[in-house]
């Protein structure tokens, strides 16, 4: 349910990185802030044992992406 949440897709979320702060990227900005507070729930339902090999990949990886988040 916690990376359902996410608004956004792993490939389409705007990072630091990739996406300027200005005022003509509010929304991916925000979607990305919304993607970084949602990220650790998912974490959390991670340690509360998720079988599925796609599942527990994909909460994995968001950890990773946290770090360049907006």
């Given at each position: 349910?916690?990376?359902?949440?996410?608004?956004?897709?792993?490939?389409?979320?705007?990072t630091?990185?990739?996406?300027?702060?200005?005022?003509?990227?509010?929304?991916?900005?925000?979607?990305?802030?919304?993607?970084?507070?949602?990220?650790?729930?998912?974490?959390?339902?991670?340690?509360?044992?998720?079988?599925d090999?796609?599942?527990?990949?994909?909460?994995?990886?968001?950890?990773?992406?946290?770090?360049?988040l907006?």
């Open positions: 349910m916690c990376l359902d949440a996410i608004p956004v897709s792993r490939a389409e979320v705007a630091r990185g990739t996406t300027p702060y200005a005022p003509e990227h509010l929304a991916a900005i925000n979607r990305s802030r919304q993607a970084k507070v949602l990220a650790p729930a998912a974490g959390a339902q991670l340690r509360g044992g998720a079988r090999s796609g599942l527990r990949a994909e909460t994995e990886a968001w950890p990773e992406l946290r770090r360049t907006m």
